[in-house]
DNA sequence: AAAACATGCAACCGCTACAAA
DNA sequence: GTTTGTAGCGGTTGCATGTTT
């Protein structure tokens, strides 16, 4: 096991103060992202560098887009979670100005919550076990689509129809099938996505097993 | 008004992947 | 091929703030 990358005592912890996001500010524009082991030295902070990083990229990023997610990023991030699962990092990256950070605790806050509320596992995305006792076994997103359409339908639109354009949605199938794996136990391995027309069964089957899963 | 409880977010921790030596 | 160091990721925690009793 290696060491802690900060366990030196006399580093700070905990909140950032506005002197010390400065101090990180300037640094950064002056000797642009990376090498975050050296910028302790370099710019005086006491912080490790795995937390200027996390500082930086989290909060300080100047393209961060600040504020409250847009119905379409929820939308968004509901479908790639169905996706992806828990990759949050790919995740964000579907939405400009937003971190994973900020999608996996607005995940964990409000979506999980949102999608229980109306009956769905958000975790796999599929009817709560009590609903799918009356349903007819389905598989990943065209349960939300068909057995559980009336219960849809009383709440906003979380499963509605997601505009991307051609590229996009490529490059999302592009990215979505580097990422998916075949574990047997898991929808999302033979999912047909009709809304982002992703078929991932089609995934590269070389990752580890459970990758996307629990 | 104050205490208890709930919620949301920032930050930390531990782990893995990857590259360089 | 092995070791070592760094970057990045996801899970978890702790605290500040808001809400309820």
Redesign the pocket.
């Known amino acids: ?2 060491k ?3 366990d030196k005592a006399d580093m ?5 103060s506005q002197q010390e996001d400065q101090i990180l500010i300037d640094y950064i524009k002056k000797h642009g ?6 910028i302790p030295k370099a710019s005086g902070l006491l ?5 200027c ?3 930086w ?3 300080l990023r100047p393209d961060l887009k600040k504020g ?1 997610f847009a119905e379409d990023e929820e939308d968004l991030i509901i479908k790639l979670h169905a996706l ?10 579907r939405l400009p100005g937003r971190t ?3 999608v ?3 995940w ?3 979506l999980s ?1 949102k999608l229980t509320s109306m009956g769905i596992d958000p975790k796999h995305h599929r009817l709560s076990h009590y609903l799918a006792r009356t349903q007819t076994r389905i598989r990943g997103f065209s349960t939300a689509e068909t057995s559980s359409s009336a219960l849809i339908k009383d709440h906003k639109p979380l499963y509605h129809q997601i505009k991307l354009s051609g590229s996009a949605n490529n490059q999302l199938a592009s990215d979505a099938g580097s990422c998916i794996d075949n574990d047997d136990d898991d929808d999302h391995s033979s999912t047909l996505l009709p809304d982002l027309n992703v078929d991932v069964a089609a995934a590269d089957s070389s990752l ?1 097993s459970g990758a996307a899963t ?1």
């Open positions: 096991m290696r802690p990358c900060c700070n912890k905990g909140a950032w992202e990376g090498h975050w082991q050296n912080r490790c560098g795995k937390s990083r996390l500082r990229i989290n909060y409250n992806l699962g828990n990759r949050w990092s790919l995740i964000a990256g994973d950070n900020e996996k605790n607005y964990n806050s409000h919550k580890p629990e």
